[in-house]
Nanobody, 128 residues
Framework: VQLQASGGGLVQPGGSLRLSCAAS????????IGWFRQAAGKAREGVREGVSCIRRSDGLTHYKDSVKGRFTISRDSADNTVYLQMNSLKPEDTGVYYCAAELGEPTMHLSEGVYDAWGQGTLVTVSS
């Protein structure tokens, strides 16, 4: 399983970014893709907080409370890509964003421990 995250960048507060996660090597529809982020201050602790996830089979989604109404996760079934549209960005959204795959009967938990495969991170910086 390979995951390729992209789309990070520098944006002003209130701005928008769209992250993409291209998945390959997953042989069934029984999985979920999640987005996690690691804030700069948490890098040493290795803590990544779950932001949102989506189930491949039916599009069921789940969001961290602090991003509800601002972030939208979606999937493109044609090419196994998952998107995270981030609007009304705040400085506290800054961090390295990772996408991950939970394989086989996904729990839809935003906990990094249940995810089986990870992509590299993409940096999102929200600053004026």
């Amino acid at each position: 399983v390979q995951l390729q995250a992209s789309g990070g960048g520098l944006v002003q507060p209130g701005g928008s970014l769209r992250l993409s996660c291209a998945a390959s090597g997953i042989t069934s529809d029984d999985y979920a893709i999640g987005w996690f982020r690691q804030a700069a201050g948490k890098a040493r602790e290795g803590v990544r907080e779950g932001v949102s996830c989506i189930r491949r089979s039916d599009g069921l989604t789940h969001y961290k409370d602090s991003v509800k109404g601002r972030f939208t996760i979606s999937r493109d079934s044609a090419d196994n890509t998952v998107y995270l549209q981030m609007n009304s960005l705040k400085p506290e959204d800054t961090g390295v964003y990772y996408c991950a795959a939970e394989l086989g009967e996904p729990t839809m938990h935003l906990s990094e421990g249940v995810y089986d495969a990870w992509g590299q991170g993409t940096l999102v910086t929200v600053s004026s």
